[in-house]
């Protein structure tokens, strides 16, 4: 989504930081500025600054500071264009999309009143069925004999829906509202067309997005009846893939503790935050996907996973694993706790205690570990065939990995495990078996099925090795090119037989991530970036959808994905960007020539030809420093 700079400028113009701030901040007044506690960091003496002149925060603590945007981000774990048009409702002005047309503008805005519409009711039933709950000395009892405490309920927004089939009829005054089926709550029956409460005689626990606005829910029965948890379904302001129950209230708690520990139930988060970790926060009835690790990295660097010891919990986990790989940078850590299968976090803590439950927190196990121990399952590590099998599994989670420290580290390991030289197993999976036609020994193949670029167009000639994205300097070229691309879809047009080519051998997810959106482009031709990003949700490819749609969602967030400016100088800026990357490509190969050289007569010549296409990149315009 391409917001114009003049917007941003206007609305950070019409609104008060003070005002944003204090909705989050107890503030008082110090001098021309205000003051409060840091909501970043534990302090007991206010360090926080808020100037009204200057429109900016600063702490003087930890050295956080911005402007009313940087703060919803920061503090509400909002990304960019959310804050901005978080802002733009309270100011009451109609963000303005530079890619959009006028028809697409109205339906936006009618999409946003709509989603504010059903937001309203929602929150009206909580606020109904939050009522009803000490009305009803079952449901107290209830939430008295798991632990929970009238505190922790009113922190969470607990309810009770009573057991009437009309009970939201006294709510709302229009039971017949279209909208009420919309928002999930009511169900009208297909042949009869008859209305009844879609939640009856349950605990209701309010599910919130980030800004606090109720968007689902989720009702527990009181006894053994099934289903046993029930969920409001998908719906306009609601996808289960994309929030986690207990966040909003769990924000400070998570800075304070320093991780997020993630769950499988509303209990287990309610019955936590009872026991003294606010911390907790629970997947929708669903596995957890790249979006809940995405949204958890906006508030901590450390996430621990919790999950039941029995195999339903090693699969659950398994996915978790996958959904967090792309993420697992080295300033992060992400770990995974297995209790005793007779227990979840509730159980094990009234069993053993807080402090035995912290234990196996810190003891829980890493990343790197878990992702071996994936690999190895049912694997004979003692005969070759096994070790075979083991890299066979762990080479497509390895891959999803960012490149750094941790992911070479983790392929040493797994060259130590499978006996290999750890040359051997860089070289095996960085290019593909030599096959018929290919220029040199390692070719690598098309990163999947239909994925070769200019697929329509005609054949051409794929670069000879696949340059690995070895080094930092490579991984940010090839993010601000795909950033280039993903908003400006249209640059695809300028790009060369030999870019195509180079962009989609990349490994993953950067290759698979080119190669699907040069078939979009043939396809449907250019596209905005939100438009991609939602085929980017529903689509799978390769395997590695979760990858790159994580890679996508990675270099098109934040203040630094604003890839504004004139046209041409950003033309120019992908074009050197391309260029330098050919050369590294270019260098790569080379290299490999040369020491093919001794048993490869044509290597030789093949260096010649490309040292002459390297030196015509290098003297390039794009290329002068």
């Given amino acids: 989504m391409s917001i114009p700079q003049s917007f941003i400028q206007e609305l950070l113009a ?60 920061e503090h509400a774990g909002m990304g960019f264009v959310e804050a901005v048009q978080d802002l733009a409702q309270q100011a009451g002005l109609q963000v303005p999309r530079d890619d959009q047309s006028p028809q697409e503008r109205a339906r936006a805005a009618a999409q946003q009143r709509q989603q504010a519409t059903l937001t309203e009711l929602l929150e009206q039933a ?6 009803q709950l000490p009305a009803h000395a079952h449901a107290v009892n209830y939430l008295k004999a798991r632990g929970v405490s009238g505190a922790v309920a009113r922190t969470y927004g607990l309810g009770y829906a009573p057991s009437g089939w009309h009970g939201l009829a006294s709510v709302f005054a229009q039971y017949d509202n279209p909208q009420l089926v919309e928002a999930g ?28 606005e109720c968007i689902a829910f989720g009702g527990r029965v009181l006894g053994d009846e ?24 769990a924000r400070q708690a998570i800075r304070e503790a320093g991780y997020a520990l993630v769950t499988e139930g509303y209990m287990d988060v309610v019955a936590l935050a009872q026991l003294g970790f606010g911390n907790a926060v629970a997947t929708l009835g669903t596995a957890c996907t790249p979006d809940h690790v995405h949204k958890l990295f906006r508030f901590t660097e450390q996430v621990v996973f919790s999950f039941d010891g029995d ?34 976090p509730d159980s094990f803590i009234r069993a053993h205690g807080a402090d035995a439950f912290a234990r196996h927190v810190g003891d829980a196990t890493p990343l790197s570990r878990f992702l071996i121990e994936a690999a190895s399952q049912s694997c004979d590590l003692g005969v070759p065939e096994g070790r075979a099998h083991m890299l066979s599994n762990a080479q497509p ?109 990349l490994p993953a997810p950067h290759g698979p991530l080119f190669a699907w959106l040069e078939m979009q482009w043939l396809e449907h031709g250019p596209r905005p970036w939100a438009v991609l990003r939602e085929q980017l ?25 604003q ?21 590294d490509t270019i260098k790569h190969e080379q290299s490999a020539l040369i020491a093919a050289a001794a048993h490869d007569p044509q290597a030789l010549q093949r260096y010649r030809l490309l040292q002459e296409r390297r030196h015509a990149l290098e003297n390039t315009k794009a290329l002068d420093s």
Wanted: with cysteine; net charge positive; charged share 25%.
């Fill in 537 to 561: 949700q529903d689509q799978e490819y390769d395997g590695r959808a979760s990858g790159s749609q994580a890679l996508a969602e990675r270099v098109m967030t934040g203040s630094h994905a």
């Fill in 226 to 249: 099934k289903p046993k948890y029930l969920n409001s379904p998908e719906t306009p302001v609601f996808h289960k893939g994309r929030e986690l129950y207990g966040l909003f209230e």
């Fill in 397 to 505: 989670l390895w891959a999803l990995l960012p490149d750094g420290a941790l992911k070479r580290q983790l392929q040493g390991e797994l060259a130590q495990l499978a006996q290999l030289p750890a040359h051997e197993l860089a070289q095996l999976w960085y290019q593909a078996p030599d096959t018929p036609g290919s220029h040199a020994a390692g070719a690598r193949a098309p990163a999947h099925p239909g994925a070769g670029p200019r697929a329509r167009h005609g054949s051409y000639r794929r670069p000879a090795m696949a340059q690995p994205l070895a080094g930092a300097s490579m991984v940010r070229r090839a993010d601000h090119a795909l950033r280039l691309l993903l908003s400006h879809m249209a640059f695809l047009e300028t790009l060369t037989h030999e870019d195509h080519a180079a962009l989609a051998a």
């Fill in 185 to 212: 709550l009511v169900l009208q029956g297909e042949e009869d067309g008859r209305r009844y409460d879609r939640f009856r005689d349950r605990i209701m626990f309010p599910i919130r997005n980030v800004k606090g």
């Fill in 126 to 131: 909580a606020s109904a069925w939050r009522r």
């Fill in 14 to 73: 019409r609104t008060d930081v003070v005002d944003v701030v204090g909705h989050h901040v107890q503030l008082k007044k110090s001098g021309a500025n205000y003051m409060g506690l840091c909501p970043f960091h534990g302090e007991k003496s206010p360090s926080f600054s808020v100037s009204p002149s200057k429109q900016f925060y600063h702490c003087f603590g930890c050295g956080r500071n911005g402007n009313a945007i940087g703060f919803l981000m």
């Fill in 311 to 344: 195999g339903a919990g090693r699969r659950a986990a398994h996915k978790a694993l996958v959904a967090a790989l792309p993420y697992a940078s080295d300033t992060r850590s992400i770990k995974f706790l297995f209790l005793p299968p007779e227990h979840d």
């Fill in 563 to 583: 890839t504004e400016g004139d046209e041409a100088e950003l033309r120019c800026e992908l074009r050197d960007l391309l260029n330098r990357m050919l050369v």
